[in-house]
């Protein structure tokens, strides 16, 4: 049974800051790696950030390098992304997700997602 629990979302001002959480049931020791996608209205949903839960090697989409960042804490099966200096652009429901398979290029299991709203 895997269970992905965002929190934290809510709105903010621009050049402002929001912390997201992922709590995750299930056997995270065996996952390769959780991330983080974000989906705006009338757009797809994107990449945001990822990191290995062995590791913890994180990657970024450029639109959030320097302003964003994702941790984990292993004993406590969760993930973060720290938002700062946010923008209205990063207005969006911020989803979840974990990646099983290191050699596969999927994502498995996601999240309900969290709103985030930037304001002007």
């Known amino acids: 049974q895997v269970q992905l629990v965002e929190s934290g979302g809510g709105l903010v001002q621009a050049g402002g800051s929001l912390r997201l959480s992922c709590a995750a049931s299930?056997?995270?020791?065996?996952?390769?790696?959780m991330g983080w996608f974000r989906q705006a209205p009338g757009k797809e949903r994107e990449f945001v950030a990822a990191?290995?839960?062995?590791?913890?090697?994180?990657s970024y989409a450029d639109s959030v390098k320097g302003r964003f960042t994702i941790s984990r804490d292993s004993a406590k099966n969760t993930v973060y992304l720290q938002m700062s200096s946010v923008k209205p652009e990063d207005t969006a429901v911020y989803y979840c997700?974990?990646?099983?398979?290191?050699?596969?290029?999927?994502?498995?299991?996601w999240g309900q997602g969290t709103q985030v709203t930037v304001s002007s």
């Open positions: 990191i290995t839960w062995g590791f913890a090697r994180t």
């Open positions: 997700a974990a990646r099983i398979n290191r050699y596969v290029e999927k994502y498995d299991y």
């Open positions: 299930g056997r995270t020791s065996s996952w390769y790696a």
